[in-house]
Antibody
Framework: EVQLVESGGGLVQPGRSLKLSCVAS????????MTWIRQAPGKGLEWVAS????????YYPDSVKGRFTISRDNAKSTLYLQMNSLRSEDTATYYC?????????????WGQGTLVTVSS | EIVLTQSPTTIAASPGEKVTITCRAS?????MYWYQQKPGASPKPWIY???KLASGVPNRFSGSGSGTSYSLTINTMETEDAATYYC?????????FGAGTKLELK
């Protein structure tokens, strides 16, 4: 059974940093792209970052480019999101997701999410 | 960036009723994907490659469409189908989501 378990969320002041982790199990981690998606309270879903299965390439929207860094440790089956220069608009639940087996262009598995609150 | 516009924003349906949610893309996409989310829970993968049901999704659900117009249909509404549904594309980067359609029980 595929499992994705996020951790690392919490309350952080604007301008500070936070690092999220996602431990994966139930599949061969180094075979799949991984993605972080976030959801602000009461709002819709927003793509945050993606990383190829080898970690050789990463992708970000303009809203987080230069502030967030996605990375992975395939030996530990763990995905990370380093978030710097946090802003109030980064407040959201952050989900770790995995691409599908039959289709790569969607988010076929989701973790339970970890809440990040940016506030002074 | 491809913008996805879902309609309606909110819809109320009675058990047994047929429900259709539409997702329109600002540019042509190859496939559309759908997720179901209930309050306090993570989104669940629901429909992939436009019309294929994810594991465990009841066959009263279906997906269709092409180009810039896609839809999710529930043949006969059941109480457990009340949720918010999101469409998503990744024909071009960045992947984008629709704003969601909230399906309520009438």
């Amino acid at each position: 059974e595929v499992q994705l378990v996020e951790s690392g969320g919490g309350l952080v002041q604007p301008g500070r940093s936070l690092k999220l982790s996602c431990v994966a199990s139930g599949f061969t981690f180094n075979n799949y792209w991984m993605t972080w998606i976030r959801q602000a309270p009461g709002k819709g879903l927003e793509w945050v970052a993606s990383i190829t299965n080898t970690g050789g390439s990463t992708y970000y929207p303009d809203s987080v480019k230069g502030r967030f860094t996605i990375s992975r440790d395939n030996a530990k089956s763990t995905l990370y999101l380093q978030m710097n220069s946090l802003r109030s608009e980064d407040t959201a639940t952050y989900y770790c997701t995995r691409e599908g087996y039959y289709s790569s262009y969607w988010f076929a598995y989701w973790g339970q999410g970890t809440l990040v609150t940016v506030s002074s | 960036e491809i913008v996805l516009t879902q309609s309606p924003t909110t819809i109320a349906a009675s058990p047994g009723e047929k429900v259709t949610i539409t997702c329109r893309a600002s540019s042509s996409v190859s496939y559309m994907y759908w997720y179901q989310q209930k309050p306090g829970a993570s989104p669940k993968p629901w429909i992939y490659d436009t019309s294929k049901l994810a594991s465990g999704v009841p066959n009263r659900f279906s997906g269709s469409g092409s180009g810039t117009s896609y839809s999710l249909t529930i043949n006969t509404m059941e109480t457990e189908d009340a949720a918010t549904y999101y469409c998503q594309q990744w024909s071009s980067t960045p992947p984008t989501f629709g704003a969601g359609t909230k399906l309520e029980l009438k």
